[in-house]
């Protein structure tokens, strides 16, 4: 098992600090989607494949909207990522799940039972994409729901931000996301759906998340154009895009920060993973069949009113 970098992938830790904005609230807490944050590690199927306890079963089977389909979710190890992972169990599906912690990820399979393969690696990281799709191929089928979820990214204004922090930044969202899709082209089934993990802090201007901000809106762009691009498989792609969410980031976060995050949200507070994972159900499912290149917000009206 090999180490990777830690250059500025706090992605999420610490990154409430001074966030005053439903902006940067945005950035700071909906962001975290999963993102596994930690060394980026060797790449194989990870000995949680199959180790099933039914821990991630517990509630009942839902509607079977994802009976016998493949998905693949990256940083699926905890927060938004794993909330979507136990959805899309719950409806049939198997999952490919990543995440950079070794540890937290073997828990987040256990979880889910042995309709997950875990993958441990990095998602900014082309070579460990490269081995996680290897992974799926070798399951035989072709894969028809692709979330690319993992990212985050640390506080900082712009004068002091480095080089480093910005690299990480848009390495993991922007780059992330964009090599995510194309490494999984080959293995995505014709009328498949790519959802792109984008944030409320797109949308909106920030002292503290500008970097995050902007790769957040890069993204939206790329699933516009993406959208465009693979319609001739009839491949959707969409932005889903959460604002302040209950992740694990968001409840190390002092107290004060917390209640920052959820001032300028309509409905009076944050989000849960869950809510987001029933928004990238629909846009999986055939319930979205008919929709391709939108921008879905799960931010309680923080950008919208």
């Known amino acids: 098992m090999r180490t990777g970098r830690t250059d500025g992938q706090e992605a999420g830790q610490g990154a409430g600090e001074g966030a005053g904005q439903a902006a940067g609230q945005d950035a700071m807490e909906g962001a975290r989607q999963d993102d596994g944050e930690g060394a980026g590690l060797d790449v194989g199927q990870d000995a949680a494949e199959g180790a099933g306890t039914d821990a991630g079963r ?137 959802i792109l993990l984008g944030s409320a802090a797109g949308s909106s201007a920030s002292t503290r998340f500008g970097v995050y901000a902007a790769t957040k809106a890069a993204v939206r762009s790329l699933a516009r154009s993406l959208a465009l691009e693979l319609a001739g498989r009839s491949i959707r792609v969409n932005t889903l895009s959460p604002g302040p969410i209950r992740t694990p980031a968001l409840d190390r976060a002092p107290a004060a920060v917390r209640e920052r995050a959820t001032a300028g949200v309509p409905l009076g507070r944050a989000g849960r993973p869950e809510e987001v994972a029933a928004a990238a159900l629909f846009l999986a499912s055939r319930e979205s069949s008919f929709i391709t290149g939108i921008e879905l917000f799960v931010d309680g009206g923080a950008a919208q009113v």
């Not at 509607?63 to 998905?71: K, M």
């Not at 035989?140 to 985050?152: E, H, I, K, Q, T």
């Not at 990214?153 to 992330?176: I, M, V, W, Y």
């Open 58 to 194: 517990g509630a009942a089977p839902l509607d079977g909207q994802l009976e016998g389909r493949v998905a693949v979710i990256t940083g699926g190890s905890s927060g938004i990522g794993l909330a979507t992972a136990h959805r899309f169990v719950r409806e049939g599906a198997r999952v490919f799940i990543t995440g950079r912690r070794a540890d937290e990820l073997a828990a987040a399979a256990r979880e889910l039972g042995d309709r997950a393969v875990a993958v441990c690696g990095d998602a900014s990281l082309v070579e460990d994409l490269d081995r996680l799709f290897a992974v799926v191929a070798e399951a035989g089928r072709p894969v028809d729901v692709l979330v690319a979820n993992a990212g985050g990214g640390p506080a900082g204004g712009f004068a002091e931000f480095t080089q480093e922090q910005f690299d990480a930044t848009s390495d993991l969202n922007f780059r992330g996301s964009f090599f995510t899709v194309q490494r999984a082209l080959p293995l995505l089934r014709d009328g498949a759906s790519v």
